[in-house]
């Protein structure tokens, strides 16, 4: 069982529409969560942090559920320029340790005309 | 540009010829990540430096591949007789000390083994 899972879609959805994204993970230990964004071929780049009372930034709005190991991502009022892969990652910070970030595979998202 | 820089861009080699990979931080950056993407994958975690020391190594570090970081700033990862399972997207990442600081990427380089 990978560590960090995600439908990898592609979603294809309208402008304007809402789309929503999960992710679960494994490692009861993990402490820190994320949403990248991956263009392609490009680099990932953060999104947005994911905190335990939920958090929102503008279109996006992620939630944590620690007891179900469940991370989300809405986004409304979706736009052209939202086609990209999105990661879902997490890590587990400790003294001493590398705090490497474990990646999901991606959800795909497509908005059209 | 301050950010994570890596050199070459892309790379293309033929099966069991050595590669060598750069990346230059931000400066002052003193952690330093190694994943390699391949298509359809998320990044997976390679190494990591504090500084110019390396204190931990993924098991998919095989033992043709090295890394070094020796003054602590900017960091090499070599493959060695490359192999056509090799190609992928090589990414350096780079943070600073804080807790919870964020681990910034660099463009990659793209490798193709022939």
């Excluded at chain 1, 929102?56 to 086609?83: C, H, M, P, V, W």
């Excluded at chain 2, 931990?56 to 602590?72: M, Q, V």
């Excluded at chain 2, 700033?73 to 070599?78: A, H, I, Y």
Aim: glycine share 8%.
């Amino acid at each position: 069982r990978k560590e960090v899972e995600q439908d990898p879609g592609p979603f294809n959805v309208p402008e304007g529409a809402t789309v929503a994204f999960n992710c679960t993970y494994s490692n009861s230990a993990s402490q820190s969560f994320f949403w990248y964004r991956q263009d392609c071929r490009k680099e990932p780049k953060l999104l947005m942090s994911v905190y335990s009372s939920g958090n929102e930034d503008g279109r996006f709005t992620a939630q944590l559920n620690r007891a179900s190991q469940y991370i989300s991502l809405l986004i409304r009022d979706s736009k052209l320029s939202d086609s990209a892969t999105y990661l879902c990652v997490v890590t587990v910070l400790n003294t001493g340790t590398a705090s490497k970030l474990t990646f999901g595979t991606g959800t795909r998202l497509q908005v059209t005309l | 540009d301050t950010g994570v820089s890596q050199d070459p861009r892309h790379k293309i080699t033929k099966r069991g010829q050595n590669v060598t990979f750069r990346c230059d931080p931000i400066s002052e950056h003193n952690r330093l990540y190694w994943y390699r993407q391949t298509l359809g994958q998320g990044p997976e975690f390679l190494t990591y430096f504090q500084n110019e020391a390396q204190l931990e190594k993924s098991r998919l570090l095989s033992d043709r591949f090295s890394a070094e970081r020796p003054k602590g700033s900017f960091s090499t990862l070599e493959i060695q007789r490359t192999e056509q399972g090799d190609s992928a997207m090589y990414l350096c990442a780079s943070r600073d000390s804080g807790g919870r600081s964020t681990q910034y990427f660099g463009p990659g380089t793209r490798l193709t083994v022939l």
